[in-house]
């Protein structure tokens, strides 16, 4: 047998006696050292020393922790006790933690040493040899059964003296692999192609050959290697293996035989016959390594030849034949727990439902193995439980059967007739209905501290339920087992099926996730998408792993597309679009509504031509983002548009919150400020249905500009709210408070029970759609906003401006997403949809909208029409105010007078020059003609304005005064300052209307 690379002795060598090795679990354990004192080990939750620490005279050091099992472990095997291991692997752990060896000489410890040689002249291809092992090493025991097991048969001989109590110990064990037909290798040899490949097992790498036969000329074997690192490779068979082969049965049917030749009597001293004596139970184990586990415990087991082994109606009863109790004990993984819950409801025969499943403790899956997995089956259980742990789960294993029938008897103490056929009484076990319903997935899910709803859980479907739904699952299975009309009476008349029994569920609690930072999942009928920055996954549904409610599945059956889009981007970070299917409607749709140049191309641009050529340009691009009689710049502006909606789409399809990404999706016409504002009919709101179809929208009217001041506004909201849209917001709504909700707490105040608090990464993520722009710009509003415009192009036209209306339903024909809908459809705007969220995954920056006219309509409508209107005719290029200084107590009063106001604050009035500035592209108050506060002024002829002559008045006293400074093109700063009393343009130098013309009516 090859060695091992790495010794016990160099262990000790390399880590001071082990003195190292303790010192990375007992952080403390230099004070201790030749003290004699006694220490708390950290791995007991006790507060009284008891552990102690001392050298041999080899020089390795040993620890004894009196309060425990009272004997002294060297470094080696203190591993062991702290990591849960078996001695290869606490090798292992500490040489690769105080790096003694190379990774290859650690590696090695746990492989097989394969050697090739040329094969023998006799010696065919394909011929197998096995070479037996003499002697059964510990280490390779060790690596079968858990140390529990060990504990167990130790003290089955704690009589012997210690020296021969090991010996008896290891002579069990090989014992139980003889009965179980287990037995080690030395090597195993195969011939292929003219060469003799050897494996060879090592000290930390058993082979073990299982043999069994099947009849009487079908003999095979199962090698079973399980240290293998390649799960494909841990198991394998030669010979003629039987796929429905049971190991261990013609074991448990000895055992059987032999108790029935020990109770030779048929009949009892009153002549009546004695009913066979059967076995306490049959466990039908996973797999081997659990059967061998429960075997040394005294249990008698079967268990599978392959995972792909299905049991039959007949051996379950040939099981029950010869056991009292035939029991499982699955896994706890999702995997295990179905394939259990799939046996115990096999519709093969109602005996299946007879089976009890020994339930392994939740508690255990948060411990880890040593590979760092979460610990799942028997061999885990048994690190942590006694086999006296283990036998009171047996005891308590619950079939999933929930009645019990009896033979009905009469008075006189006969069996009832009924329809000539004798009746059975039925009564139902509360605990058993509790279980069998935990078993189909029944549950509570607390919803706060008031609330407690039942939900199903069905593979990662969750569903609510009423108590009503629960008994009717319980009659409608009963009913698909033909039973008796009786048990089914039994159910309807029982007090025990009801909501007072069913709040004995467990409390569940459901993970909903479904993305996390780089992730999206989309449920459908037949298909999962799994959407990331690399692309979009298909994954069946049975292998998803996360849960979501059976309302969030889109009832649609997709099938995934091609790319429709690839995006670009150049050296000078402009984006480019090749659209590559324009299948999806709600594609086409947002390719209308960013063709903010639809005028120009489809009106003005085509003035002049032909009508039929007119039509022929329509039709050729009536879907067309890159209108070819645009210009380039035109047209890049409609594509960063279209791009940018697609970013937005993308954002609000990611659930996920990132506290850098804190945004609104916020939407807007992008109407030119020369067409005076918005028409309404844009399809803003679309954008935002088409949301609705894949995301829980929860829509809020924005015409209540009173919405904040109902303390109940946001009850409907909870973790399961994807998107909070606010539509068609009015000019007064207050969107600050919409604002402060992207990043605090959400406080949800339900009518009538406990507020409970949402934190923001469980909150929904915000949209708007408004015709009016935020009141407030600055950088804290607009770092929260994700913008998108809306061309004009979809309109209803009130006011004569354009030729005619125009709607979605006259491009497309149909709403979207009605009844009208094909599944290519609904397909192809599905795929979209993921495809804008990957868009969005991907892309590394935030794509903003073109944001000229967004920012002009903003400024507009936060200065006021009204003061545009003053500020467009008291700052024109006629008036001689702009590249001067302008008295603002002038300014001022000239606008209240024009707006007829009654009078607005100096800060005010600021204000809004700035936004007018900003709107103008000028500067407003230029650092150059500002003091040292910050202000501008300057000492000049006191102003005042005479009311009786309409005019202002030039005193001969100085003094210093605030001013205006509106700095257009020109760089250079005048020190000139514009004098109100006097009138730039004489009065003889207006023109004169020639007679007759009309009045323009401004």
């Known amino acids: 047998m090859k060695q091992y690379k790495i010794t016990k002795d160099e262990i000790f060598q390399l880590t001071n006696g082990g003195l190292d090795v303790f010192r990375h679990y007992i952080s403390d354990i230099d004070d201790y050292v030749r003290t004699g004192k006694h220490f708390v080990d950290p791995s007991r939750n006790e507060s009284t020393p008891s552990s102690k620490i001392k050298k041999l005279s080899d020089g390795n050091y040993v620890v004894n922790d009196f309060g425990d099992d009272g004997k002294w472990m060297n470094a080696i095997a203190y591993t062991q006790k702290r990591e849960r291991c078996e001695y290869g692997e606490a090798i292992r752990i500490i040489s690769e933690r105080h790096n003694i060896g190379s990774a290859e000489e650690i590696r090695s410890m746990y492989e097989a040493e394969v050697s090739s040689v040329d094969a023998k002249p006799d010696q065919p291809d394909g011929q197998w040899y096995f070479q037996h092992a003499q002697e059964i090493s510990e280490n390779h025991l060790k690596i079968l059964f858990s140390e529990k097991v060990w504990s167990y048969i130790e003290y089955k001989h704690i009589a012997r003296p210690p020296a021969e109590r090991m010996e008896a110990v290891i002579k069990e064990f090989r014992a139980i692999l003889l009965e179980q037909h287990w037995h080690f290798l030395e090597s195993y040899t195969i011939i292929k192609d003219r060469k003799a490949i050897t494996f060879r097992a090592t ?51 000895k055992a059987y035989e032999k108790l029935l030749e020990s109770s030779p009597e048929d009949s009892g001293e009153d002549g009546a016959k004695k009913e066979k004596p059967k076995l306490d139970e ?47 004990c699955p896994d706890l993984d999702s995997t295990g727990q179905m394939q259990n819950h799939r046996l115990c409801l096999s519709n093969q025969h109602r005996i299946f439902l007879d089976i009890r499943t020994i339930e392994l403790p939740r508690e255990l899956q948060t411990r880890r193995d040593q590979y760092g997995r979460p610990c799942k089956d028997l061999r885990d259980y048994l690190k942590y439980y006694t086999s006296s742990d283990l036998r009171n789960l047996v005891r308590v294993a619950k079939m999933y059967r929930f009645w019990d029938e009896m033979p009905a008897y009469d008075r006189t103490g006969n069996v009832k007739i009924k329809n000539g056929e004798p009746m059975n009484r039925y009564e139902l076990s509360v605990e058993r209905v509790l279980n069998f ?38 009659l409608n299975f009963l009913r698909s087992r033909f039973v008796y009309e009786d048990l089914l009476n039994v159910v309807h008349k029982s007090t025990a099926i009801s909501a007072g029994s069913f709040e004995s569920l467990p409390l569940l609690n459901p993970d909903f996730r479904d993305y996390d930072a780089w992730t999206q999942y989309m449920f459908f009928q037949n298909i999962t998408w799994k959407i990331t ?109 279209l791009i940018n909606k697609m970013y937005c789409f993308g954002y609000l399809v990611h659930r996920y919150k990132a506290k850098s990404r804190p945004w ?100 929904p993520k915000m949209g708007i759609t408004t015709n009016f722009a935020p009141d407030n710009l600055d950088p804290s509003t607009m770092r929260r906003l994700l913008f998108f415009g809306v061309s004009n192009y979809y309109h209803v036209d009130r006011s004569g401006m354009f030729r005619e209306n125009r709607q979605p339903i006259d491009d497309f024909g149909k709403e979207f997403w009605s ?48 003061f545009l209107a003053w500020a467009e005719v008291f700052f024109s290029r006629e008036s001689q105010k702009l590249d001067c200084f302008v008295p603002t107590q002038f300014a001022l009063e000239d606008y209240v007078a024009e707006a007829k106001i009654k009078s607005i604050t100096t800060t005010g009035f600021n204000s809004k020059l700035k936004l007018y500035a900003q709107y103008k592209k000028m500067v407003f108050n230029p650092k150059e003609v500002q003091n040292n506060e910050g202000r501008v002024t300057k000492t000049w002829n006191a102003l005042r304005f005479d009311n009786r002559e309409k005019k202002w008045i030039k005193d001969d006293r100085k003094k210093t005064q605030s001013m205006i400074y509106l700095q257009s093109e020109s760089e250079k700063i005048n020190d000139i300052i514009y004098d109100p009393t006097e009138s730039p343009v004489a009065e003889e130098d207006f023109p004169t209307p020639a007679p007759g013309t009309q009045s323009p009516k401004f």
């Open 203 to 253: 000290e930390f790498y058993p082979i073990i050959r299982i043999e069994e036969e099947a009849a009487e000329d079908k003999r095979f074997s199962k090698i079973y290697q399980p240290k293998s690192k390649d799960k494909g490779k841990r198991f394998f068979y030669h010979g003629k293996f039987d796929a429905q082969f049971l190991h261990g049965f013609s074991q448990a049917k």
């Open 282 to 328: 049959i466990i039908y184990c996973t797999g081997g390594s659990d059967a061998l586990n429960f075997r040394a415990l005294g249990y008698h087991v079967v268990y599978p030849s392959s995972e792909h082994f299905k049991i039959t109606k007949k051996q379950v009863f040939s099981l029950f034949a010869m056991a009292k109790s035939v029991l499982t």
């Open 437 to 474: 319903l935990e078993k189909s997935g029944f549950g509570r899910r607390k919803i706060n501290e008031e609330t407690i709803e039942f939900i199903q859980i069905d593979g990662n479907l969750v569903r609510q339920v009423k108590p009503e739904d629960i008994k009717s699952f319980l």
């Open 533 to 641: 920055a690399g692309g979009i996954e298909e994954i069946a549904n049975t292998k998803v792993g996360k849960m979501v409610w059976e309302a969030k599945i889109l009832q649609r059956r997709v099938r995934k597309l091609a790319d429709m889009f690839t995006i670009t981007q150049d050296g000078n970070k402009r984006l480019g679009l090749k659209i590559h299917n324009q299948d999806s409607m709600f594609l086409r749709f947002l390719i209308q509504t960013s063709r903010v140049y639809w005028r120009k191309e489809l009106e003005e641009n085509l003035e002049g031509m032909e009508p039929e050529a007119a039509e022929r340009y329509v039709s050729e691009n009536k879907f067309n983002i890159h209108g070819p009689n645009l210009t380039a710049d035109e047209r890049d502006e409609q594509v960063q548009h």
């Open 664 to 763: 609104i999706v916020y939407g807007m016409d992008d109407t030119p400020q020369k067409e005076n504002g918005s028409f309404g009919g844009t399809g803003k709101s679309i954008f935002f249905e088409g949301a609705r179809v894949i995301k829980n929208l929860l829509l809020f009217d924005g015409k209540n500009v009173k919405m904040f001041d109902d303390n109940h506004v946001f009850e409907q909201v909870n973790t399961n709210t994807d998107v909070m849209y606010i539509d068609d917001a009015d000019r007064n709504f207050p969107m600050e408070r919409v604002f402060s909700l992207v990043t605090a707490d959400m406080i949800i105040n339900p009518k009538g029970r406990t507020r409970t608090v949402l934190l923001p990464h469980e909150s």
């Open 819 to 866: 009844a009208d809908y094909t599944d290519e459809e609904w397909n192809s705007d599905l795929n979209f949809m993921a495809q804008c969220c990957r868009l969005y995954l991907s892309w590394p920056t935030w794509i903003e909208a073109p944001m000229d006219n967004i920012m002009d309509r903003a400024l507009t409508n936060n200065m006021g029409f009204q």
